[in-house]
């Protein structure tokens, strides 16, 4: 390979991992934007004319033998006194519209997530963004009496840890097609405009949903609904709806799983890569330093005071801290109406301690749109969630994605080429930090909720591992060693698209299509038999390895690999927190205590992934030495 391909390629990759790190009415038609993610021009069809509840759309033919709709909206635009309220109902059309080309995506700081030009630092996006996109087989007619032709329907949430992303990146042609469902995705509100609970806002709403924060999730209910009163013009059955969503997307499923507001509006859901983390409202409200009830650095408290420090309304902190306890409910809400995407997003910056990511306390525990109990307590009893059959699963290199643009794991040598400083330390904390994502977010979930079940053959909650790493390797990067099955990795493979989507294909070398599109065709197969049956079974066409309900003491856990390293198979994986803990305290590697300290509080305090589990006192105990000394709250370099 040339040394210009390979800058090129080695460019694209930082790209990809600064953005990882960062965490991954419409009537006329404008011939500019008529374009998906491919670069094909769209072409009104008027075989897909649809009727829905608001107006008639019209969409276009797409590859697959598909039919697309893309930018229905869902939700009227959230925007001037709408912007922290639930979403409101779209307001009807006459003429038809024309749905072909892709919504704006939320609003969001520039990454290749947010698929706009652009540079780091920038705004893009706009608040006219509750859009939704459809892909259907051509086989299906409009609005079939015959209930026996409905397809389920499978809703994807798109990841970006609820800061970044938008629907446009996946398309469901392949997975529509393979699978013979309806698929949907969906753009919900992020950052600051889809998070943010306040006094302010809390005590001057009308409702207890425009009071919640949980807008962005609210969003997400809002499409579900959409769903549910109109899919089966598209072919869908409303009655046999999958949610399934990567990331910040699989963290949202737990949240519908437990919201009483998306009761009924869901029959099955996948969490890839989840978390179960929740806030407090103290957490997400207070100031940092609050002695009582300490918020988080990025708490709605620490926004409004770096606010008035920019509006020159206040000179410092204190003084901006007593101008927020002094200023009225009206005073501070008719501030935060007043500014930009961009000037919050500025604030929220200033405020983190990683400066780098914005970063907001997500899915709030109002006692409303969510309960006020953690996720590890409402998923211990059957009665207090939407208990649905259920896919859980996480790649085995997680956190590798986010380590290798870590300077503390890794340099660049010449300016770009990524070189891994200390490889079995490396390995060591990859292998920390990738195991939380499976045990907090996957099968300490698994325990509760199989737990919470009457009995054991109710049991339908099904465990996964993805282990493939067969990236290429190069000079530049040792993607294998840097990433191997990282965050994000999956994706491609559920979807069957490994050219387009998230534009990542420097990812999948010439010599391993075979055995990628065989994987892929796999996990298609049996995510397509689980939204259609509610169990993956054997797959689609009943010719896969049986996948069996995930269980204590047996094969539980479906591993995804090449061809080459095993393929998919069954195995007994089912690390719990006390593994994680029984491993900290028994590693002699630690340079220090501190640094033993520091990875207690990382995976159990302040990782994204949950806090359900954090014990103060097992800290404060810890490896015998114990941690009395470190204050936990120290090390939230994160937030």
């Known amino acids: 390979m040339r040394l210009k391909n390979l800058l090129i390629i080695t460019a694209i990759i ?17 011939l500019d934007n008529l374009v998906t993610t491919t670069g094909a021009i769209n072409t009104p069809d008027p075989v897909t004319a649809r009727e829905t509840a608001n107006g008639p759309v019209i969409g276009f033919s797409s590859s697959k033998n598909t039919f697309a709709w893309l930018g229905i909206p869902y939700g009227a635009p959230p925007v001037d006194q709408l912007r922290w309220k639930a979403p409101r109902p779209v307001q009807n059309w006459q003429q038809p519209l024309l749905a072909l080309k892709n919504a704006d995506p939320c609003p969001q700081p520039w990454t290749f ?15 006219d963004c509750l859009y939704l996109n459809i892909w259907a087989p051509q086989k299906l007619s409009a609005d079939s009496t015959d209930p026996s032709t409905k397809l389920p329907v499978m809703l994807w949430i798109h990841g970006g840890g609820n800061n970044l ?15 013979q469902v309806i698929f949907v995705s969906l753009n919900y509100r992020l950052g600051q405009l889809g998070s943010l609970t306040h006094r302010a806002i ?5 409702n207890p949903e425009d009071a919640s924060g949980n807008y962005g999730l609210l969003d997400i209910i809002a499409a ?32 519908l799983m437990a919201s009483p507001l998306a009761t009924g509006l869901f029959h099955k859901a996948i969490s890839q890569s989840g978390s179960s983390r929740t806030e407090s409202l103290a957490s997400a409200e207070n100031f940092h330093d609050e002695q009582t009830q300490p918020g988080w650095p990025v708490s709605s408290n620490e926004l409004v005071a770096q606010l008035l420090i920019n509006l020159n309304i206040a000179t410092d902190r204190s003084e901006a801290i007593g101008d927020v306890n002094n200023m009225t409910d009206a005073a501070i809400a008719g501030l935060l109406y007043k500014q930009s995407p961009e000037a919050l997003m500025k604030a929220n910056l200033q405020t983190a301690r990683n400066r780098d990511r914005v970063h907001i306390p997500q899915l709030l525990r109002d006692g409303h749109v969510l309960p006020s109990q ?12 939407n208990s649905v059959p259920m896919i859980i699963g996480s790649n085995r290199d997680e956190e590798k994605s986010l380590m290798a643009s870590d300077p503390r794991f890794v340099d660049r040598q010449l300016g770009f080429r990524l070189n891994i400083k200390d490889r079995a330390d490396y390995q060591r904390y ?5 195991q939380r994502w499976h045990v907090l977010g996957g099968t300490e979930m698994a325990r509760l909720m199989t737990g919470s079940q009457p009995s054991p053959q109710q049991n339908n909650i099904y465990s996964y591992r993805f282990d493939w790493d067969s990236s290429p390797k190069s000079w530049a990067a040792n993607l294998p060693e840097l990433v191997g099955a990282g965050h994000g990795l999956e994706i491609s493979f559920i979807f069957g698209d490994f050219a387009g989507g998230l534009r990542l294909p420097f990812l999948y070398g010439e010599e391993t299509r075979d055995e990628r599109e065989a994987l892929s065709k796999a996990m298609m197969n049996y995510w397509g038999q689980f939204a259609h049956t509610g169990s993956p079974g054997k797959g689609r066409y009943l010719q896969q390895p049986d996948w069996i309900p995930w269980g204590e003491n047996k094969p539980n856990t479906m591993i995804f690999d090449s061809v080459a390293d095993g393929g998919w198979r069954m195995e007994n994986y089912s690390p719990s927190v006390e593994d994680m803990i029984t491993r900290i305290e028994a590693d002699t590697e630690f340079k220090q205590q501190k640094d033993r300290c520091k990875l207690f509080v990382e995976s159990f305090l302040i990782s994204y992934h949950s806090s359900d589990f954090w014990d103060p006192e097992r800290y404060s105990n810890l490896a015998g030495g114990g941690c ?4 936990p709250y120290v090390f939230m370099d994160a937030f």
């Open 14 to 30: 930082i790209g990809l991992i600064t953005g990882l790190l960062i965490y991954l009415g419409k009537d006329s038609i404008d």
């Open 113 to 127: 997530l947010a698929a706009e030009g652009g540079s780091k630092g920038d705004m893009v996006g706009s608040e």
């Open 165 to 179: 992303g938008s629907a446009r990146f996946y398309q469901g042609n392949n997975i529509a097609a393979d699978q």
């Open 202 to 206: 809390r005590n001057t709403a009308t």
């Open 224 to 255: 579900l609904r959409w769903v549910q009163a109109n899919i089966h013009t598209f072919g869908g059955d409303a009655d046999n709806v999958t949610v399934f969503g990567e990331s910040a997307g699989g963290r949202n499923v737990f949240a």
């Open 374 to 385: 953690p996720f590890a307590e409402v998923f211990s009893n059957a009665e207090t969630y």
């Open 430 to 434: 990859a292998k920390y930090y990738s």
């Open 628 to 631: 009395r000394e470190f204050d």
